[in-house]
C-alpha cells in the first residue's frame, strides 16, 4: 500500500510550484528583459558605461559588499551571545533583531539620517572626530575629501551613511540564517577539543568556525543580496548626490519618472546579469565547503 502524504501527489504539487514561480518570478523577470531588447547593444553599452552609471555601481556593489562583510562578523557574535548565553533580556533582543523586517524601510532610512546627521546622536561625534584628524593629521588626497564630508555632513549624505542603511536591513539575514546551525551544533565537539589540550581560540578556529561557514556563507549571500535592491532607507541618508552617493534602484526609479522605460530596463536587468553572477559564484563556494566538510 503506497504510503499516503498530507499535500497532493508530485504532479499537482509540482504543477503548483511552477505557475507559482512563473507568476512571481520568471514572466516579470522575462517581461524586463524582453523591454531591454528593444535597445540595441550599442545603446545598452552607452547607457551602462556611462560615467553616472558607472559610479553608482561602485557605490551600490561596493557598500553592500562592506555592508554584507560586516553584518557577517557582528551576526556571528550577535548570534553567538543569543544562543550560548542565558540573561535577562534575551527574548527582547532576540526579538529586536527582527526589527528591520518589519519597520519600514523609508521610516528607517528618515531615522538614520536623524541619528547620523551632522547634529544627530552619533552624527555630530563623527564630525568631531573628523574634524580632529583634520587638525591633527592633514589627509590628502580622496581620504581628505572622505575627512571633509564626515565633518561636514557627519555620516549622513556620504558613502558612509549608504553602507550604515545598508548594514542595518541586512544584519537580520546573517543572524536568522546561523542561529538554528548553532542551536543544532553540540558543544561535545568543543569539549573533545579542550579535552586534547587545545585552547579556545584554536577550538573557535579549528572546530567550531568550520561549521559555521556554510552559514554564514548563505547569510552573507542573502544580506548581498538584499543590499543591493535597497531603495527607500538609502534615498534618505544617502542625500542622493551625482556621482557620489547615487545608487543604482535610484537611477532606475528616475528614469522611469522620465519615461525612459527602455533605459530604466536596461540598468535593472544590468544589476540582475552582476548580481545572478555573484550569487552563483557565491553558491559554488558553499557547495564545495559543504562537499569538504562531508
Given amino acids: 500500500m503506497p504510503k499516503r502524504r498530507v499535500i497532493p ?4 504539487s509540482m504543477g503548483f510550484t511552477i505557475s507559482y514561480l512563473s507568476l512571481i518570478i520568471l514572466i516579470p523577470l522575462a517581461a524586463l528583459f524582453l523591454k531591454a531588447a528593444r ?5 545598452w553599452w552607452q547607457i551602462l558605461t556611462s560615467e553616472r552609471i558607472i559610479a553608482a ?10 555592508a554584507a562583510t560586516v553584518s557577517t ?34 521610516v528607517a532610512g ?4 536623524q541619528i547620523y546627521a551632522p547634529h544627530g546622536w552619533v552624527g555630530q561625534y563623527i564630525s568631531q572626530a573628523a574634524l580632529w584628524i583634520q587638525a591633527t593629521y592633514a589627509p590628502t588626497g580622496w581620504w581628505g575629501e572622505v ?20 548594514t542595518f536591513i541586512g544584519f537580520p539575514f546573517v543572524v536568522r540564517t546561523l542561529q538554528p546551525v548553532m542551536e543544532d551544533f553540540s558543544s561535545e565537539y568543543e569539549e573533545a577539543a579542550a579535552t586534547l589540550g587545545a585552547g579556545r581560540w584554536t577550538v573557535f578556529r579549528r572546530v567550531i568556525l568550520p561549521m559555521f561557514i556554510p552559514a554564514l556563507i548563505t547569510g552573507f549571500t ?3 543580496a538584499r543590499a543591493i535592491g535597497e531603495y527607500g532607507s538609502v534615498i534618505f541618508i544617502s542625500g542622493n548626490l551625482p556621482m557620489k552617493t547615487e545608487i543604482l534602484p535610484l537611477l532606475v526609479v528616475a528614469q522611469l519618472e522620465q519615461f525612459k522605460y527602455e533605459a530604466a530596463a ?15 559564484l557565491i553558491n559554488l563556494l558553499q557547495r564545495r565547503l559543504n562537499w569538504q566538510n562531508n
Fill in 9 to 12: 501527489g508530485f504532479g499537482l
Fill in 110 to 113: 528618515i531615522t538614520l539620517t
Fill in 222 to 224: 542573502l544580506a548581498f
Fill in 147 to 166: 575627512i571633509q564630508d564626515w565633518a561636514d555632513k557627519g555620516a549622513a549624505y556620504s558613502p558612509l551613511g549608504v553602507f550604515i542603511a545598508l
Fill in 57 to 66: 555601481a561602485k557605490l551600490t556593489f561596493g557598500a553592500s559588499a562592506a
Fill in 39 to 43: 535597445l540595441g547593444a550599442s545603446q
Fill in 73 to 106: 562578523v557582528l551576526g556571528l557574535l550577535v548570534t553567538w551571545v543569543l544562543v550560548r548565553y542565558r540573561f535577562p533580556g534575551r527574548r527582547l533582543l532576540d526579538a529586536m533583531v527582527d526589527l528591520p523586517f518589519a519597520l519600514p524601510t523609508a
Fill in 266 to 280: 536596461v540598468i535593472a536587468a544590468g544589476m540582475l546579469i552582476v548580481s545572478f553572477t555573484l550569487l552563483f
